[in-house]
């Protein structure tokens, strides 16, 4: 069974749903830790209410972000991880440590990217007036929120939407995609080649279109 370490730096609901999908049977993954770098993140209570040994690394208590990175990266490595899975996790990483985990770092983004990197997603894309806004799970390049498409889920942006009425549509999918991606993970179908995503799915696995309970 693969070795998972999980980053955190929230409230960790796409935490919870890979440990949901784990008990459920889902997810034949050993979720070895999980990481915050804030000691207030509500997701570490989940995690270790779940029995998921934790860590809290304070990333202010470091010169700059190589010392963090490296610190981090030790800790991360004790689990010997197939894969380090960040999940809300809200620093920028060094090139160092993104190439440390090439092939075996993932993330989830609250956009279709390339569209809306960065902060504010939702927001943004009420502003631009897109008709239809969704997440994205990639591999992770040194390029902040950049990287090989490994699934994406869309939604529309329905008339009267609110910042917070997008991001609890678009969360909705984030809570499938994320264990899907990481399940293919462990099954041993999903891996980087040659910087491109290499996965042996059928497309109902890995078509995620409109989200068909949204009206
Ligand atoms: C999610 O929207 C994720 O896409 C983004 O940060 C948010 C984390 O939410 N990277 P949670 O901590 O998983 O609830």
């Known amino acids: 069974m693969k070795n998972i370490v999980i980053l955190i730096s929230?409230?960790?609901?796409?935490?919870?749903?890979?440990?949901?999908?784990?008990d459920a049977g889902d997810l034949p993954?050993?979720?070895?830790a999980v990481i915050s770098n804030r000691p207030d993140a509500g997701g570490l209570e989940t995690a270790a209410r779940a029995g998921i040994v934790t860590h809290?690394?304070?990333?202010?208590?470091?010169?700059?972000?190589?010392?963090?990175?490296?610190?981090?990266?030790?800790?991360?490595?004790?689990?010997?991880?197939?894969?380090?899975?960040?999940?809300?996790?809200?620093?920028?990483?060094?090139?160092?440590?993104v190439r440390?985990?090439?092939?075996?770092?993932?993330?989830?983004?609250?956009?279709?990217?390339?569209?809306?990197?960065?902060?504010?997603?939702?927001q943004r894309a009420l502003d631009e007036g897109v008709r239809i806004h969704g997440c994205t799970?990639?591999?992770v390049t040194p390029t902040l929120d950049h990287g090989p498409v490994i699934i994406q889920a869309a939604v529309p942006v329905l008339d009267g939407d609110s910042e917070a009425?997008?991001?609890?549509?678009?969360?909705?999918?984030?809570?499938?995609?994320?264990?899907?991606?990481?399940?293919w993970f462990a099954e041993g179908r999903l891996r980087l080649e040659g910087g491109r995503v290499r996965l042996d799915a059928t497309m109902a696995e890995g078509a995620v279109l409109i989200s068909p309970e949204v009206h």
């Open 165 to 183: 009425t997008l991001a609890a549509r678009v969360l909705c999918q984030e809570h499938k995609v994320y264990p899907q991606a990481v399940r």
């Open 56 to 97: 809290f690394i304070n990333h202010q208590g470091f010169a700059g972000r190589e010392a963090f990175d490296a610190a981090l990266a030790e800790c991360i490595d004790q689990f010997a991880p197939d894969l380090v899975v960040l999940a809300g996790f809200m620093r920028i990483l060094s090139d160092g440590f």
């Open 137 to 139: 799970v990639h591999f």
């Open 10 to 22: 929230g409230r960790g609901s796409n935490m919870e749903a890979l440990i949901a999908a784990r």
């Open 100 to 122: 440390h985990y090439e092939g075996r770092l993932v993330n989830i983004h609250p956009s279709l990217l390339p569209s809306f990197p960065g902060l504010h997603t939702h």
């Open 29 to 32: 993954v050993n979720i070895a």
